[in-house]
């Protein structure tokens, strides 16, 4: 079982960046690969980018791609995700997931564990 815990969410103003935190509770964190998704009322929660086990493998939604940087600190469980030029549109709140697998993977299908996610907040 991995628990998952983020933080970092806030309310910023468009340009502005934010660092989001995901702390994972688990012996075994160096092996799985993790991912941030996001979701806004009413729709489905969307892939944002994902980093797998050893951070050499990095996938980033088009959206984000360029402004957002996922990392991980495998000696302290925690993955991050730096988000630089926020736009109003990624407001939305933000999950960390992790998958049993060291590979990455943009579906949040593949993905067992999630955190309770962080709000991120972008006035214009």
């Known amino acids: 079982q991995v628990q998952l815990v983020e933080s970092g969410g806030g309310l910023v103003q468009a340009g502005d960046s934010l660092r989001l935190s995901c702390t994972a509770s688990?012996?075994?964190?160096?092996?799985?690969?993790v991912g941030w998704f996001r979701q806004t009322p009413g729709k489905a929660r969307e892939f944002v980018a994902t980093?797998?086990?050893?951070?050499?493998?990095?996938t980033y939604a088009d959206s984000v791609r360029d402004r957002f940087t996922i990392s991980r600190d495998n000696a302290k469980n925690t993955a991050y995700l730096q988000m630089n030029s926020l736009k109003p549109e990624d407001t939305a709140v933000y999950y960390c997931a992790a998958r049993d697998v060291a590979g990455p993977g943009s579906s949040r299908e593949e993905y067992a564990y999630w955190g309770q996610g962080t709000q991120v907040t972008v006035s214009s």
């Open positions: 980093i797998n086990y050893s951070g050499a493998r990095i």
């Open positions: 688990t012996r075994t964190f160096s092996s799985v690969a």
